[in-house]
Structure formats: C-alpha cells, structure tokens
C-alpha cells in the first residue's frame, strides 16, 4: 500500500542527514510483521540470490524493456555509474554510519548497500538518468509490533533523466513497485511459516 510521504518526511530518519538534494518520488507500507530487532532479518531476505523472488508478469517485461534500452543506449556502463563523477551516498555519510555496518548488496538488481542500522537500511543504483536510493525504515506499529516502510529517492540526472524519470513514474507505482510490495511481504511471510 502506498503512503503519504509524511511517512517518511516525518520520521527522525538518519538519511535526512544526507540527501537534501533527492526527490521523494514515494514511500510503501511493507507487509513485514515482526518484533523491534529484525530489520536484520528483513534486509538478509533482500540479499538472496532471487531464486524464490517471483514478481508479476508486467514487472518482468517492464524490467526487460528497461534492460534492453539501458544495453542500447548505453545508460548502464560503467562510466555513469558510481565512480568520480557520481559519488556514492556512502561519501556524504557521517562517521558513525560510515564506520558501521554497510549491509549486502541486492543480487537481483545493481543496487549497492549504503549503510544499514538498527532501524534503517539504504542502498543505490547510479546510472545515466538516475541516482535512485532505495530506504528501508523499520517502524513500530503501537502495537508492541513492528514492519518495514520503503521510500524510493532520486536525483534526476541531466535532460535525459528529467524527461525519463516522469515518464516511467506511473509503470512504476501502478506495476513494478505493487508487484515488488507484494513479493516482498509474500516472502517475509512465508519465512515467519516455517
């Protein structure tokens, strides 16, 4: 489900520290219920090699496209990826998160782990239209229960990302990200089954 972006603006988030300069493009309620410590356990499930993630037939093709042009059009080498002229989120990050745990790099697209603590977890993609970040905030129900919020932040980059980024904007909220959503709580639920 979606949420208003006060779901994220609102919290005493660390990353606010770092990324002034980043569009909240949206934030989503995961269906990931758990107890106060196991953020860990939900960002370890993130890091698997994908085999069990089964998103839905539009995710797939919508993905597929966007490989495709990505290899045509040259978006992805490695030349605008995370290097001298894109620095790493990692580079604006204080000393204490710097210091400490990064967390796992995601297997199943090329998002690199930032930095991960007690109840947050943020990890980027660089490329030629986007420096994307993906925020995994873990947040107490009022119930004695916790679960995960996810908001996606992007720094546009030049025209191209400019006339991109809005474009693909509602392929993203109506198919890719409900279908991720949806993949996500499934797995995490099926995890707490076993």
Known sequence: MRLPNTAFTERPWRIHEFIKDFELEDVWDLDTPGGPDDLALLVKQFSG??????????????????????????????????GPRNPSLRDRLPEDLRDGPRGPDLRTVPMKSVYQAHDEWATEVVNKTVHAVMHIGWVADGNGKHHAQMAVLVMKKGTLGKIYMPAILPLRRVFVTPSLVKTIGRKWNARSTV
């Open 49 to 82: 090699d994908g085999s069990d993630f089964k998103p839905s037939p539009a995710y797939k093709v919508l993905f597929a496209i966007r490989w495709k042009l990505g290899a045509l059009l040259k978006w992805d080498n490695a030349e605008h990826g995370v």
